[in-house]
Each structure stands twice: as C-alpha cells, then as structure tokens.
C-alpha cells in the first residue's frame, strides 16, 4: 500500500503538468518561497526568505507560467536558521523533509508532521531551542538521526509505522521525559522505560550501522535500562546533561561508542557482564568522579582505585576521569580515553606508558583547568590530536631522550599540540616544554614542538638519587626513595616549617616539596608548613 500511494502521488503530479511544464530545476518564487520543478513533476521548496516570520504555511499546489504544480517535498537547509519562524502548517502532500531544513529556528515551539510524510533526514529541528511539542503521526516509516537534538520536548511518541531509527534522534533533549513506542511496531518497542529498544529479531542495517536485538538506541533522563537490555547504542545518551546517574544491568554485555557522551553522569559502575566497549563511552562526561569495574569483569577493571576503566589485555587505559589516577603498570592511554574531561586539573603519565592514542585529551582544559602534563621516559609514540584543544596548559614535563624511535617521531600524528600555544588576541599564551638540556635544541627545531617556550630544566635519575640536608645551620642527609611510580619519596617524617635543599652527585642546589619530590618541582625553593 505505501508503495502504491507513492507512485499515485507521483503520477498525480506528472498528471498535473501533462501538457506542459517548465524545465527540470526550473525555480520560481511565490510568497516569499521559492520552489524548485523536481525530477518527478511536483515542486520542491527549496528557500524560504530570511523575511518570512510567524506561522508559516506551505500549500499543497503552486501554479507557476500558468501551470500548476504539486508541493511534495523540502530541501535541506530551506529554512535554516530563521529565528523569526514560530510555527509551520505541512501539506498533506509532503512526502519528505530534507535534512537541516528548520536548523536552529530557535522560534519554532510546536510541529505537527502529517502521515503524508514518510521520511525526515537528518538534524531537521536540530537546535531549534524552544520546541517543546512535537506529534508524529501514523505513516512515518524513516527517522534519520539527531531530527530533535537540542530541542524544549518533553515527550515523543514514534508511530507504529516507524521502522527505521538510525542512531539517537533526541540527543541534547533534556526536557525529555518520555518516550514510547506505539503498539504495533514491528522493529521497535519501550518496554515502560522511556527509551527506544529494538525488538527481539535478526540484526537489521539501519544507515548502514546494524542494530542488534534487545539493543537501546536512544534514551533520556529518565530513562531506566531493562534487564532484557544487552547492548547500549552508540550515542544512545549523547548530550543528556541532565542525566546525573544510571544503572547499568546485568544483562548489559555492550557499551557502544560515545554512548553516555557529555551526561551529567557523577559515577559509573561497569557490571561484569559488560565484556565490549566500544570507544570511550564516557567521553566528555566531564562530572565523573568515580568509574569502577566489578571485580569479576573477565576483560576490565579499576585496580588500585584508579577510577578508570582498565582494558585487562594490553594493559590499556580506555576510559577515564577528572578523579583517575593512571596505575604504573598501564602501557597505553586509548583513543578519547580522556577526552573533553575539562576538569581534569594536571596529569601525570607514569613510567611504562608506551604509546598515548588518537584524541586522548583533546580538549581537556578549554576552561583553563588543565595546567600540566608529564610524559614518560618510556613513551614512544602519540596519536592524532592527542592534546588538542588543551588551550591553559602551562607546563608539559617532557622525559623522552631524543632516540632514533622517538625523536624524529614518525609514531607523532598530526596537530598533537594545536591550540596549546594559542595567541589569541589579547590572550596571548606559550607553554613551557621541559626536557634535558642536552635536547633543548632538537626540541626547538623539531615541527611540532618548535612553538613551545623550551627550557632544558629537567636532570636525569642518576643525579637525583641522592641524599638531602635537612636544617638550617648544621644539616643531616636524609635519603630519597623512589615509590612505583617513579617519584622521589621523603620517608622521615619532618617538623612543620623545617626548610630543607636537595643536592645532586656534583653538590648542585634544587628544590623541593613536602613529602614527594617528583621531577616537575625541580627548580623550586620550598619550606615545609
């Protein structure tokens, strides 16, 4: 029957035009709205002007040189970002809405889509901030992704006739309260819980992604996962910053790429069902203070309290938090493992570290938190990207000796520092590189670190394993200890306000702190309180 009433429509238009019509593309506007003759003899509104406000209706036929046309379809983009829209009357010969066609019509409050439509594209009512009231109605068969992102809705109802769903149309909605599936539907159900699960059945390609069975593809703030869930959609949660806590059941063997991205989430518990996790799930959950990984998980976990996700196979730190502290026998920090984490305050990756991946840290600090990062000696490769966007940077501790492996870093991807040394106007920063003096001048010269201020203020082991002079006037050596992670740690205990100097092998003064001396204090003149 749907595919009957289409090609009716279609004949309906040529019929209209038999006799004559204007060349295919042909445009013409009426109204303020241009339309354009399409490859089927029906007009398309390809433009509405920047001048049109209030409710706008578009007719269901124009007549143009004398020769009518019907209105089955809208453009992408047509009436982007036209603030002064506050409503839209659709024909019931609207077949189709293009992608980005209301974007950002911040003005718009309640739409009504007709059974007639049977395809929204991508992002139609993306941004359009104050639309709290959305009906769809029976005959919807495709809804393309992130058709309401950003919007005032609280509640949604998909028809039964909505058999595709690509990805998660309601991210950034946090008003959302609601979401049901109607009866009926023979891809899709909510089973009470206010998100959107598809049923149980064979795999399906949805936009070219497949949807498992018992998979949740979207969800809201209220959200609560059922126990017959076993996988958690890419996306499914983007943007919900209202959403402050969830329980992960059981039954969860999934977690697929960016799904809780940019919540509101304080805690996360991993169950041991959860054997899969797609890249960074957390990503940009920047309120997160705790992640844990029950104790039995086969592939992950959180040792030591390190409030990360550890990949066991690999030693591979995939997801972390503002609250992580990177355990010494971790080898890799993954792809966006901390990505948009812009409380995280200053990072220390310890000794054993190889390899720092893809958009690790892109974006860390862009509220000017993030001041400083310490590279290992042991590092020998960085990703793509993997501190972009870290704008307050002050200090990046660099420990890797010049080698053949690292130094020409062929294992560096591409803009690893852009934007750490902004120069803004008005706001010009440069953060400081430390390495050996040894490499200061490699280090200038090198592509992309020429940009950083080099200062050759670090000093290797051998000269800090030392011992210390405590006091003033007559001094007692105290020796240093090194702890796992490579620091040098202070065991006697010392009176409040007892100034003491660090000596290395040559007699040469440097600073130091109170109970841990680590390689970033070197240079400073500290007393004890």
């Known amino acids: 029957m749907k595919k009957l009433f289409l090609s009716m429509l279609v004949m309906a238009c040529a019929f209209a035009t038999a006799s004559a019509q204007a060349p295919l593309n042909t445009a013409f506007t009426i109204d303020d709205i241009t339309y354009m003759v399409n490859d089927h003899n029906c007009a398309s509104v390809s433009k509405g002007a920047s001048t049109l406000s209030g409710i706008v209706t578009i007719p269901s036929q124009v007549t143009y040189d004398g020769y009518t046309y019907t209105v089955d379809q809208i453009y992408s983009d047509a009436f982007k970002l036209n603030t002064n829209l506050t409503g839209v009357n659709f024909p019931n010969t609207m077949v189709y809405i293009g992608a980005n066609a209301f974007w950002g019509c911040s003005g718009l409050t309640s739409i009504n889509i007709p059974g007639s439509v049977k395809e929204l594209a991508g992002g139609i009512f993306e941004l359009c901030s104050n639309l709290s009231e959305v009906t769809l109605n029976e005959g919807l068969e495709k809804l393309w992704r992130g058709n309401f992102a950003g919007t005032a809705i609280t509640s949604i109802t998909i028809p039964a006739s909505t058999t595709f769903i690509q990805l998660n149309s309601f991210t950034g909605c946090n008003s959302l309260e609601s979401i049901v599936v109607a009866a009926g539907n023979p891809n899709y159900e909510s089973r009470n819980s206010n998100a959107i699960i598809v049923k149980v059945a064979p795999p399906t390609v949805v936009g070219q992604m497949e949807q498992q069975a018992n998979e949740l593809i979207a969800g809201c703030k209220t959200t609560v996962i059922p126990n017959s869930v076993v996988e958690i959609g890419d996306f499914a949660f983007q943007d919900i910053t209202a959403l402050t ?17 940019n919540t509101g989430l304080t805690s996360i518990a991993i169950p041991e069902s959860v054997t899969t996790l797609g890249e960074n799930p957390f990503v940009n959950c920047a309120q997160l203070e705790t992640m844990v990984v029950a104790e039995n998980n086969p592939t992950y976990d959180s040792h030591n309290s390190c409030n990360a996700i550890i990949q066991k196979e690999g030693n591979t730190l995939v997801s972390g938090c503002k609250n992580t502290i990177i355990p010494n026998d971790v080898v890799k920090i993954g792809k966006s493992s901390f990505r948009g984490i812009i409380t995280l305050q200053a990072i220390v990756i310890p000794e054993g570290v190889t390899t720092i991946e893809d958009n690790a840290f892109t974006m860390s600090s862009y509220t000017g938190v993030l001041k400083s990062v310490t590279l290992p000696s042991t590092l020998t490769a960085i990703g793509t990207r993997a ?28 803009d690893v520092w852009s934007e750490v040394n902004r120069d803004y106007e008005g706001n010009t920063h440069h953060c400081k590189l430390h390495v ?3 490499y200061v001048s490699w280090y200038s010269g090198a592509d992309q670190w020429s940009s950083f201020d080099v200062v050759g203020d670090l000093i290797h082991d051998a000269a800090l394993n030392l011992s210390y002079g405590i006091g003033s006037g007559t001094w007692t050596n105290v020796p240093f200890e090194k702890d796992a992670n490579g620091n040098w740690v202070l065991t006697q205990e010392l009176a409040a306000n007892t100034e003491f100097k660090v000596y290395d092998q040559d007699n040469n003064w440097y600073g130091g702190s109170v109970g841990v001396f680590t390689k970033d204090m070197i240079g400073t003149n500290l007393s004890l309180s």
């Open 245 to 261: 806590s969830i329980a992960i059941p059981s039954s969860v063997t999934k977690i697929d790429n960016s799904a809780f991205r």
């Open 436 to 438: 050996y003096p040894e």
């Open 387 to 414: 501190f972009s966007g870290c704008t307050a940077l002050d200090d990046v501790y660099c420990y890797p000796a010049v080698t053949t492996e690292f130094g020409p870093f062929s294992p560096m991807g591409f």
